[in-house]
């Protein structure tokens, strides 16, 4: 035991000297072995690192020195623990669970907590504990989180009222009755990713979010099979403030879902269609429309911010029903939204009828190229 302890001190030492070169870029305030020189002072042992310094080391190494740090001594676990905003335990690909439950009683502070998993690993009572300690929870992470339950989602809304943003990607577990209870609590929700989430994001959770979230300004439904126009149109009548809609795979959507969006989210700046092929031409001419009438109710003093407004993101890859006619309408209502080579913002990949539609610029570098005479053969 006595050897253990002398190793365990030695290796506390040389991870002190290995901190204090990070704190003093590569050691050049000084070091001997006499200690760690700081403005004139000497720190001749790591235990007596003052909480800044101590602070200012940890925000420049990883979470996985950040949490053995946190347990060379009661002083530092006190100082690390309150002092820490941030921290992602991704890196831990075996026993996250058992990790989580350890930490999540003394890291009462995050207000960001990433637990994004290559394999399943947490379970509900990992999150009933993070809800139950980390109440200031602002972003939280769970994504590919499969083993989760509802349970999971009815903590967070009775522990986590303050969340701004979650991903919850990829938990397929989730169900729209326990999604539409967490928006009746985190009303604060700003950005939230659902992709994935088959069974969860229906139109039943969709209205929850209209009815709860009015401040959200992105959702990702990705490959949200059961989402349809009923639950897009609560969104966009609930959500004005709306920014950023995946809605890529979510095959049961037609043009209604769009001209609700159109009429209703005038802060729109990125859209996702991908494979939704009952949009048509209907669509693009309502966002073109309202477009055009955004500009015109525009005051004379924000002319400046014209550019600035309307979608500078859209994928409509795999909407077979477009015409060329609609899309460059919209393509040139849309100067943010571009065709060239090196800033495709506007995706119509599979789209092989749409191959004439060009942005402004590409039109311009064509018509330069073309003004240059020929050379002589």
């Known amino acids: 035991m006595a050897g253990e302890g002398k190793a365990r001190s030695e290796d506390l030492n040389l991870c002190f000297e290995k ?14 072995e006499g200690g760690v020189k700081m403005e004139g002072a000497v720190i001749p042992d790591w ?24 347990g060379v001594c009661s002083g530092w676990r006190d100082a690390i623990c309150m002092g820490l905003p941030h921290l992602c335990l991704s890196w831990c690909k075996n026993n996250m669970n058992n990790l989580v439950l350890s930490l999540a009683p003394k890291f009462t502070k995050l207000q960001t907590l990433v637990l994004r998993q290559d394999k399943p690993q947490l379970e509900d009572h990992a999150v009933e504990t993070i809800a139950s300690y980390c109440r200031d929870l602002q972003d939280l992470d769970l994504s590919k989180s499969f083993k989760l339950s509802d349970l999971s989602l009815y903590a967070l809304a009775h522990g986590c009222p303050n969340l701004i943003k979650l991903n919850i990607s990829g938990c397929t577990a989730f169900s729209d009755a326990g999604l539409e209870y967490l928006t009746k609590f985190c009303q604060k929700l700003k950005i939230l990713n ?3 989430c088959v069974k969860g ?14 401040q959200l300004q992105s959702l990702n439904l990705g490959w949200c099979e059961n989402v349809g126009d009923a639950g897009v149109m609560s969104l966009a009548y609930g959500c004005p403030d709306l ?12 043009d209604d879902s769009v001209i609700a969006l159109a009429n209703m989210c005038p802060h729109l700046r990125s859209l996702g269609l991908y494979y939704c092929r009952n949009i048509t031409d209907r ?9 055009v009438k955004n500009k015109l109710s525009m005051w004379e003093s924000m002319k400046g911010r014209c550019d600035e407004e309307g979608l500078r993101s859209l994928n409509i890859s795999q909407c077979t029903a477009l015409t060329p006619p609609a899309v460059q309408a919209l393509c040139d209502s849309f100067p943010a939204l571009h065709t060239c080579s090196g800033r495709h913002s506007l995706v119509m990949s599979g789209c092989l009828n749409l191959t004439s539609v060009h942005c402004v610029c590409a039109v311009q570098a064509h018509r330069s190229a073309s003004s240059f005479p020929h050379p002589a053969h």
């Not at 994001?201 to 009015?214: E, H």
């Not at 920014?243 to 037609?254: M, P």
């Open 283 to 291: 669509a693009m001419y309502s966002l073109v429309h309202n477009r």
């Open 19 to 32: 901190l204090m070169m990070l704190a003093f870029g590569g050691g050049k305030s000084g070091s001997s």
């Open 47 to 70: 235990k007596d690192i003052p909480v800044e310094l101590l602070l200012r080391i940890v925000s420049l190494v990883d979470d996985r020195t950040v949490i053995m740090a946190s």
């Open 243 to 254: 920014r950023t809609l995946d809605l890529c795979g979510c095959v049961c959507i037609t």
């Open 201 to 214: 994001a229906t139109d039943r959770a969709l209205k929850g979010i209209g009815r709860n979230c009015s």
């Open 194 to 196: 659902l992709c994935g």
